[in-house]
């Protein structure tokens, strides 16, 4: 049975994926490893290129997810895939140096620790690859929050690349939000206190080829994972952002609507037409930009795709929001609790329906 399982989630990583099971061979020679490639049904073909490695190299799994998304819930379910007792999550795309995870495997080994990071920001360590100066600022700040919030003394608790007991993290599994990449935060705030960490310096190196499919807007998913942590429960953290971008796109509809009416236009239905259809717009970009970055639709026709569905979607949640808010207005003579009943019927289907049609399954 294999020692330690090799977890490497990906997304368009075809061309590093030879090369990065090559480096991983020579860096545990002597172990007893596999590698499972969780992939998100790359365009490029990346699943294909990992079946055909594995066909030679019975170490190599693959680990193919059709109409799913998302970085946290590729690494559990690798997590879960494994009969391995440890597990290393890495990148595949060659930031992360393989060459580390003897020594980290080797300090959960003696029982130095249950959790080895490799932290960018150790002495020794250096976070060259990130691609600019902001994200290099912007993971420091995050990194101050995390330590905050899990109480570990971590310099890097945003980092990507770990090595852990695999029951430790199925044992978490069902409580891991698996929104996101924060993962190792998810994994250090529930196990609050009872992981010994250890880190290991890294030179966090540039990605081979392809491009970051992360902008890894640190900051914000920090805040996100926290709003997760706490009120995850009670109104979903996707929900949460689409609503509060909702809200903006209101604005939006007013500013639109006022620079139209009566200046420019004196017909109201004109101008309230196309501030609903700026607002509507302004919220598909801000959604997919943000409430939905870890699914971003990327491609062209993806988006103009997306953006018709999403204009759709809406329409009927107004129409929804109008009935509703008519009928309870007819009924009880109230007309904010009407105007209140009316926006959250229509916000909660407008969610339902572009969660499942825009930005779900075969959505790209
Ligand atoms: N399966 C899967 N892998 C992902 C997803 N997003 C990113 N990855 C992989 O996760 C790793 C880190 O992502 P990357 O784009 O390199 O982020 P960066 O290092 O912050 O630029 C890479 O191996 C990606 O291919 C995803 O949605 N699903
Ligand atoms: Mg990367």
Redesign the pocket.
């Given at each position: 049975m294999p020692e330690i399982a090799v977890i490497?989630?990906?997304?368009?990583?075809r061309e590093n994926l030879a090369p990065m099971i090559a480096r991983i061979e020579a860096a545990l020679a002597g172990i007893d490893w596999e590698a499972i490639v969780?992939?998100?049904d790359s365009p490029d073909g990346t699943a294909d290129e990992a079946r055909m490695l594995a066909r030679t190299n019975r170490r190599v799994s693959v680990i193919h997810?059709v109409g799913r998304?998302?970085?946290a819930s590729?690494v559990i379910e690798g997590v879960c895939a494994t009969a391995a007792p440890v597990i290393a999550v890495m990148?595949?795309?060659h930031?992360h140096d393989p060459a580390l995870i003897p020594q980290m495997l080797e300090k959960l080994r003696v029982g130095e620790a249950d959790l080895v990071v490799a932290s960018r920001f150790a002495e020794g360590g250096s976070a060259q690859g990130l691609?600019s100066a902001n994200r290099e600022r912007g993971s420091r700040i995050a990194n101050r929050l995390a330590r905050m919030l899990t109480g570990v003394e971590l310099t890097d608790p945003m980092s990507?690349y770990f090595v852990i007991g695999t029951e430790r993290v199925r044992a978490l599994a069902p409580r891991l939000s698996g929104i996101g990449?924060k993962i190792l935060l998810d994994i250090l705030s529930l196990s609050r206190g009872q992981l010994r960490v250890a880190e290991v310096p890294m030179q966090f190196g540039q990605?081979l080829a392809g491009?970051?499919?992360?902008d890894?807007a640190v900051a914000f998913e920090f805040l996100a994972g926290l709003y997760e942590r706490y009120f995850g429960r009670i109104i979903p953290t996707r929900f949460a952002m689409f609503a509060t971008v909702g809200g903006a796109g209101v604005l939006v509809h007013l500013a639109v609507l006022s620079m139209l009416y009566p200046g420019m236009t004196a017909t109201f239905w004109k101008a309230q037409a196309i501030a609903t259809f700026s607002a509507m717009s302004f919220n598909f970009w801000l959604n997919n930009w943000l409430t939905y970055r870890?699914?971003r639709l990327r491609t062209l026709p993806a988006f103009v795709r997306g953006w018709a569905l999403f204009c759709a979607a809406c329409s009927v949640g107004a129409l929804a929001n109008v009935g509703l808010a008519s009928l309870i207005e007819a009924l009880v003579g109230h007309w904010l609790l009407a105007a209140i009943a009316g926006i959250v019927v229509g916000s909660v289907w407008n969610y339902a329906l572009s969660n499942r049609f825009v930005w779900g399954r075969g959505s790209r």
């Open positions: 490497l989630p990906t997304l368009n990583e969780v992939d998100d997810r998304r998302g970085l590729a990148d595949a795309d930031q691609s990507g990449f990605r491009e970051s499919k992360l890894r870890d699914k």
